[in-house]
Nanobody, 125 residues
């Protein structure tokens, strides 16, 4: 049972940057970020495979957000640049417990075995 803990959220002005971290207590494979804004469904943001060599991202973050990982530290990151007020949400880290191909199911919350409790990101205008 791997625990995931997100950190790095906070309040930032539009156009600013934040770097979120997802610290895992053990080995993970694919790692993804999701977010949930007030009154909205949880939505896929980005994902990376076990080695960090393959990534996929939602259209609304392409060119602004970058996922990366440091397997020696069991930590994944989400670098968020050019933040917009509509990026305001709780950001969640999710991970696979075993190797799986990154097929289309990476956008589905049900794929992932581990979830963190989330970190709040608030972007002011």
């Amino acid at each position: 049972q791997v625990q995931l803990v997100e950190s790095g959220g906070g309040l930032v002005q539009a156009g600013g940057s934040l770097r979120l971290s997802c610290a895992a207590s053990g080995r993970t494979y694919a790692v993804a970020w999701f977010r949930q804004a007030p009154g909205k469904e949880r939505e896929f943001v980005t994902v990376t495979n076990w080695s960090g060599t393959t990534t996929y991202s939602a259209d609304f973050v392409k060119g602004r957000f970058t996922i990366s990982r440091d397997n020696a530290q069991n930590t994944a990151y989400l670098q968020m640049n050019s933040l917009k007020p509509e990026d305001t949400a709780v950001y969640y880290c999710a991970a696979d417990s075993q190797p799986r191909p990154l097929s289309g199911n990476f956008i589905n919350t049900g794929r992932y075995d581990y979830w963190g409790r989330g970190t709040q990101v608030t972007v002011s205008s």
